[in-house]
């Protein structure tokens, strides 16, 4: 079964809670209020797994990883995102997860990797949590990707990559920016499965994180995410 994190404008955190399987806690938000409140209630419910993202795919940047193991010991998360870059090798990536492994044990630590072979080094050097980023996921042999152990996909390129695949967890915004655009599940898959970067979102500008959702936008959102939900965790 694959659990999802769904990202969503903050003001409408409280709007798609119950649909959390667990939270992705985007670091650069941390010292945001109201995005702050809303992980200070959860870490009180202790009710859902946190988990600390190094927001790579927001900042273009790696994150600071002493900014990053705060925010973890603050929320009491229990997974958290190795800083990584797109064009960082295999030597990169693992000296950025001996850095967090300083700190905290390595069975807390995901990696981000961008191929098999990096994906093997990596295990070779006690990584156990990978995660595979959705502009690297097309270049790999899915017979490959079916074998990386522990997987989590950061974002969604389309609901075929989850079925075949099966990891074990996905985080995307993809539902609610489709709604954003009043597209269902069924008119993303007629169409293709474009991506739909924030850029795309036309009256909501460029801070998808700050949008405001109207009524009827937050219901299709809500739908779409059911029925990803339903169609990934029920095909055999």
Same mark, same amino acid.
């Given at each position: 079964?694959?659990?999802?994190?769904?990202?969503?404008?903050?003001?409408?955190?409280? +709007? &798609?809670?119950?649909?959390?399987?667990? @939270?992705?806690?985007?670091?650069?938000?941390?010292?945001?209020?109201?995005?702050?409140?809303?992980?200070?209630?959860?870490?009180?419910?202790?009710?859902?797994?946190?988990?600390?993202?190094?927001? &790579?795919?927001?900042?273009?940047?790696?994150?600071?990883?002493?900014?990053?193991?705060?925010?973890?010991?603050?929320?009491? +998360?229990?997974?958290?995102?190795?800083?990584?870059? %797109?064009?960082?090798?295999?030597?990169?990536?693992?000296? !950025? &997860? %001996?850095?967090?492994?300083?700190?905290?044990?390595?069975?807390?630590?995901?990696?981000? /990797?961008?191929?098999?072979?990096?994906?093997?080094?990596?295990?070779?050097?006690?990584?156990?949590?990978?995660?595979? +980023?959705?502009?690297?996921?097309?270049?790999?042999? /899915? !017979?490959?990707?079916?074998?990386?152990?522990?997987?989590?996909?950061?974002?969604?390129?389309?609901? @075929?990559?989850?079925?075949?695949?099966?990891?074990?967890?996905?985080?995307?915004?993809?539902?609610?920016?489709?709604?954003?655009?009043?597209?269902?599940?069924?008119?993303?898959?007629?169409?293709?499965?474009?991506?739909?970067? /924030?850029?795309?979102?036309?009256?909501?500008?460029?801070?998808?994180?700050?949008?405001? %959702? /109207?009524?009827?936008?937050?219901?299709?959102?809500?739908?779409?995410?059911?029925?990803?939900?339903?169609?990934?965790?029920?095909?055999?």
């Amino acid at each position: 079964m694959t659990k999802f994190s769904f990202e969503v404008p903050i003001k409408h955190l409280s +709007a &798609f809670d119950d649909l959390q399987d667990f @939270i992705l806690v985007l670091s650069f938000l941390c010292e945001r209020p109201a995005y702050h409140q809303y992980l200070m209630e959860k870490e009180r419910e202790g009710l859902k797994q946190i988990w600390i993202d190094n927001s &790579f795919n927001e900042l273009e940047a790696a994150d600071d990883p002493h900014m990053m193991l705060y925010w973890m010991k603050y929320y009491q +998360a229990s997974r958290v995102v190795a800083p990584d870059a %797109l064009e960082w090798d295999s030597q990169e990536m693992l000296d !950025s &997860f %001996l850095r967090i492994k300083r700190h905290i044990d390595p069975g807390k630590i995901i990696v981000v /990797t961008h191929n098999f072979q990096m994906y093997k080094v990596l295990k070779q050097q006690g990584v156990e949590h990978f995660a595979v +980023a959705y502009r690297k996921r097309p270049k790999w042999n /899915t !017979s490959d990707l079916r074998k990386v152990s522990n997987v989590h996909f950061l974002g969604l390129n389309n609901i @075929i990559e989850l079925i075949k695949c099966k990891p074990l967890s996905c985080d995307t915004s993809m539902p609610i920016k489709l709604a954003m655009k009043g597209m269902s599940l069924r008119n993303w898959a007629n169409e293709g499965y474009p991506h739909i970067h /924030t850029k795309d979102l036309g009256k909501h500008g460029m801070d998808f994180f700050n949008a405001e %959702l /109207t009524l009827e936008e937050i219901k299709l959102a809500r739908r779409n995410i059911c029925q990803l939900k339903e169609i990934v965790n029920t095909k055999a």
